[in-house]
């Protein structure tokens, strides 16, 4: 059976790792309790042979009766057992007797020098009991010995502690399942707002964020749930700005067209002028398709890039000779200089070309009749840098970090006709990144603008 649940599966991962401890312990005393058990019989040998000897050595002060305390009190030391002296009627002599209370006793060695015996309680050898014949005041009595055995002990530490083991095993057990539940109360909660999101709800966000690695996976969910939202406000955007753009054309060349089939063109003049008007529209919307076609393609990463050795100086003077009608069409001068002696960047010749050209129009666009636009090539470190200048209106602070956007516009008033589609900044920063340069702004309201587009150096 495949266990689903996360919470059952970290509560048993818990629970086994007390089991094997608890075990491992409960394993220890149990080897310490028969390795003491297996060697009993050979550790009471041991002990009857001590007997024997102290025996023969209290054999001639036992003859007559006579023991010293001393002699007694090292005989007790030097094998760790209790000893006391007998007659032949079991009336002690000398010495106490423990209190024999066991359940069993068996004897393991008879012989006419000693007898040996193991004494049980709750079925397990506890103490060795060893008796020794010897003439005590010229009369039979015996000398006995009797002796604990280590394993007693941990006989004891079962007693003792079997009730606090039981206990501290149910406290781990609760301590691992507060622990499990609350590692998978956080995972419950990035699944609930994952699954609130795919349902729809595109504000649902987690509220697990601890500094941990559940935390950092709902920060990481948030984020995620922050980039697509923004990505779906965007496309939303995208979409209806389309619909703006290619409406305003598509009216213009749907009611050109009506009139002319009207009859409103009263000459080949006027029949003209209106013709006119309806291709100056397709090209609008042909330029808005171009515009589009590139934008995908630079967000899919499908756009073909060259990256060869062109002349940057060639290519600005050849802009400066394409865009001359369109400056003295509104009484504008160029400021052209070049500043530098290196020549060369990598890049896109047509690509560059496209973006120098939007960023001229811009600028012819923008710029007040007799004024100036300057166009200007200086080096910085590895870097060739263009620069394109306006005298116009300039951009407000506020609007500087927006104007990159899909059909973003500054002069909200602006016709379209008059104001291109919004995409040409945008098309432009793709173009001059998928080059592996920059592109920036400076600018100021009332003061014009300055756009610089930096291009590594080619030798």
């Known amino acids: 059976m495949i266990i689903r649940s996360i919470l059952l599966r970290q509560l048993l991962n818990h629970v086994a790792i007390i089991l094997f401890m608890a075990l491992t312990l409960l394993g220890t005393v149990l080897y310490h309790y028969y390795a003491v058990q297996s060697n009993s019989g050979e550790l009471a040998g041991r002990i009857a042979g001590r007997v024997k000897n102290i025996a023969v050595f209290l054999s001639e002060d036992l003859k007559t009766g006579r023991i010293t305390d001393r002699e007694w009190e090292l005989a007790s030391q030097s094998t760790g057992a209790v000893f006391w002296l007998e007659d032949s009627e079991g009336r002690i002599i000398k010495g106490t007797r423990p209190d024999l209370s066991y359940d069993n006793v068996l004897k393991i060695a008879d012989s006419a020098e000693y ?37 007693a002990i941990v006989e004891t530490l079962f007693r003792s502690y079997s009730f606090p083991f039981l206990v501290g095993l149910a406290a781990a057990f609760l301590l691992a399942l507060l622990l499990s539940q609350k590692m998978t109360r956080s995972i419950s909660d990035i699944a609930d707002a994952a699954r609130r999101f795919s349902a729809g709800d595109y504000t649902s966000r987690a509220r697990s964020t601890a500094e941990d690695e559940i935390g950092t996976l709902g920060k990481t969910f948030n984020a995620m ?9 965007t496309r939303r955007n995208f979409y209806s700005n389309i619909s703006h753009e290619l409406k305003t054309p598509l009216s213009c060349i749907k009611a050109t067209t009506e009139a002319l089939i009207d009859g409103i063109a009263v000459n080949d003049q006027e029949r003209t002028h209106y013709l006119e008007r309806v291709l100056a529209e397709a090209d609008r919307m042909t330029r808005l398709v171009h515009d589009i076609m590139d934008i995908e393609q630079l967000e899919a990463g499908k756009m073909f890039i060259r990256q060869e050795r062109l002349d940057l100086a060639e290519l600005l003077l050849q802009q400066a000779d394409t865009i001359e009608l369109l400056l003295k069409k509104k009484s504008l001068s160029l400021l052209l200089r070049i500043e530098t002696d290196k020549r060369y960047v990598l890049g896109d010749a047509d690509r560059l070309a496209q973006v120098l050209d939007n960023l001229l129009s811009n600028a012819i666009r923008h710029a007040p009749p007799g004024s100036q636009i300057g166009l200007l090539l200086t080096e910085e470190a590895q870097w060739l840098q263009v620069s394109v200048s306006d005298q116009g209106e300039g951009i407000a602070s506020e609007d500087l970090p927006l104007i990159w956007d899909r059909f973003y516009r500054v002069d909200k008033s602006r016709n379209r006709s008059l104001g291109g589609s919004g995409l040409g900044l945008s098309i432009s920063r793709g173009l001059v990144e998928a080059m592996g340069g920059t592109i920036a702004v400076e600018s100021d309201k009332g003061k014009g603008s300055i756009f610089k587009v930096r291009l590594l150096w080619k030798k």
Do not use: W
């Open 115 to 151: 007898s040996q015996y193991f004494l049980f309680e709750i079925g397990m050898p506890n103490a060795c009991m060893i008796t020794v014949p010897m003439t005590i005041d010229n009369k039979p009595g015996r000398l006995l010995a009797y002796y604990q055995l280590n394993h």
């Open 225 to 233: 749930a922050d980039a697509i939202f923004h990505t779906q406000q």
